[in-house]
């Protein structure tokens, strides 16, 4: 089984910056796709970006040229980086893990985007 452990959430004002990280532990084989996804109230979970184990990348139009997905295989890590936040970008942001075992999801970290 694959333990996600989700930081960097918290209260932004708009125009900030704010870092997401997702570390992964526990029975790793062979990660593939790690990806973020955000859930903002009433609405479905979307993805946001999403890395390969060969680094490719993708986003959300409403993302692309202010996120930045990246990570670090050595550590089992993704990251999100977010610049230039919009309240619009306030959301429940959820980590996923795709590997050789399964998908994992991790818990939730709430991002606001407010003055």
């Known amino acids: 089984q694959v333990q996600l452990v989700v930081s960097g959430g918290g209260l932004v004002q708009p125009g900030g910056s704010l870092r997401l990280s997702c570390a992964a532990s526990?029975?790793?084989?062979?990660?593939?796709?790690m990806a973020w996804y955000r859930q903002a109230p009433g609405k479905q979970r979307e993805l946001v970006a999403a890395?390969?184990?060969?680094?490719?990348?993708n986003y959300a139009d409403s993302v692309k040229g202010r996120f930045t997905i990246s990570r670090d295989n050595a550590k089992n890590t993704v990251y999100l980086q977010m610049n230039i936040l919009k309240p619009e970008n306030t959301a429940v942001y959820y980590c996923y893990v795709a590997s050789i075992v399964g998908v994992s999801w991790g818990q939730g970290t709430q991002v606001t985007v407010s003055s």
């Open positions: 526990g029975s790793i084989s062979r990660i593939n796709t």
């Open positions: 890395i390969t184990s060969t680094g490719s990348r």
